[in-house]
């Protein structure tokens, strides 16, 4: 069965730094295009990272120099390094990979899949 686990976040002081992972695991074929995305309360989900099969990256203008998004294709990994937070960060946060996998059925998969979501907390 694939899963997406999600890892990291927390509570910050303004100025800080935070690093979040989001694992694939199961029978996968393939990971593609992976991106972060954040919700913060009483908002709509909006994008905040993108990192292509081949490693090409855009980022919101808002997280542009502070945020760096990463993927380590042997683990099935994208990471999200967060500096210089800001209370404006706070929101939780999803991963979201295009990936290929086997289901229990062996059926060959393709879909968008959504980590569980994790709660980054920027305040004195």
């Known amino acids: 069965q694939m899963q997406l686990v999600e890892s990291g976040g927390g509570l910050v002081q303004p100025g800080g730094s935070l690093r979040f992972s989001c694992a694939a695991s199961g029978s996968i074929i393939s990971i593609y295009a992976m991106d972060w995305y954040r919700q913060a309360p009483g908002q709509e989900r909006e994008s905040v990272a993108h990192?292509?099969?081949?490693?090409?990256?855009t980022y919101a203008d808002s997280v542009k120099g502070r945020f760096t998004i990463s993927r380590d294709n042997t683990k099935n990994t994208v990471y999200l390094q967060m500096n210089n937070l800001k209370p404006e960060n706070t929101a939780v946060y999803y991963c979201d990979t295009d990936l290929e996998y086997y289901g229990d059925d062996d059926v060959n998969y393709r879909r968008d899949s959504w980590g569980q979501g994790t709660q980054v907390t920027v305040s004195t």
């Open positions: 990192i292509s099969t081949g490693g090409a990256t």
